[in-house]
């Protein structure tokens, strides 16, 4: 299957909106209290936010598209400046990547964070950070191949009310 990485366009914002839907429910299922639970307006409110992002100079949006079309998946990343609070400096950050799960194994996430990778370099990060689901095993094998290390533990509590 012939894939292309490119950037995402308005006419994706659909195809986004699913896969950020979807990346939402398996994160809702990973971890019920700690997530967002996926509602009606999820996929065109997803939509509307990797549409904002989409002209922004801080931010970036690549889709794999497959021979006619079809959106096989997509990365979100971002130019984060230096934060007290997460006692970093500046650093890209890659925020979402999904790929269908039918699409899975062809080495198409890998591509689009080496394409996330190379624009935030080219555009001043000293470095790039993600979180990834404590369960979430598949995607933390490919982090490590693509050469990322273990630096926080998010740990979770629910307050009694």
Same mark, same amino acid.
């Given at each position: 299957? *012939?894939? &292309?990485?490119?950037?995402?366009?308005? #006419?994706d914002? *659909?195809?986004?909106?699913?896969?950020?839907? +979807? @990346?939402? #429910?398996t994160?809702y299922?990973?971890?019920?209290? #700690?997530?967002?639970?996926p509602?009606?307006? &999820?996929e065109?409110?997803?939509?509307?936010?990797?549409?904002?992002?989409?002209d922004?100079?801080?931010?970036?949006?690549?889709?794999?598209e497959?021979?006619?079309?079809?959106?096989?998946?997509y990365?979100?990343?971002? @130019?984060?400046? +230096?934060? =007290?609070k997460? @006692?970093?400096?500046?650093?890209?950050?890659?925020?979402?990547?999904?790929?269908?799960?039918? *699409?899975?194994?062809?080495g198409?996430?890998?591509k689009?964070?080496?394409?996330? +990778?190379?624009?935030?370099?080219?555009?001043?990060?000293?470095?790039?950070?993600l =979180?990834t689901?404590?369960?979430?095993?598949?995607?933390?094998r @490919?982090f490590? #191949?693509l050469?990322?290390r273990? &630096? +926080?533990?998010e740990?979770t509590?629910?307050?009694?009310?």
């Open positions: 299957m *012939a894939i &292309t990485i490119r950037r995402a366009e308005q #006419r914002l *659909a195809d986004l909106g699913r896969l950020g839907a +979807m @990346l939402m #429910r994160h299922a990973f971890d019920r209290q #700690r997530f967002l639970a509602g009606q307006a &999820t065109g409110g997803y939509a509307r936010f990797l549409g904002s992002v989409l922004s100079e801080e931010g970036c949006v690549f889709v794999a497959e021979e006619g079309g079809r959106i096989a998946g990365v979100f990343a971002a @130019l984060e400046p +230096m934060s =007290w997460e @006692l970093r400096g500046p650093a890209g950050f890659i925020h979402d990547i999904l790929v269908r799960e039918e *699409a899975r194994g062809l198409i996430a890998a689009l964070m080496e394409t996330a +990778m190379e624009w935030l370099r080219e555009h001043g990060a000293p470095r790039v950070i =979180w689901a404590a369960p979430n095993e598949g995607a933390q @490919l490590l #191949r050469g990322f273990e &630096t +926080m533990i740990m509590k629910e307050l009694e009310r």
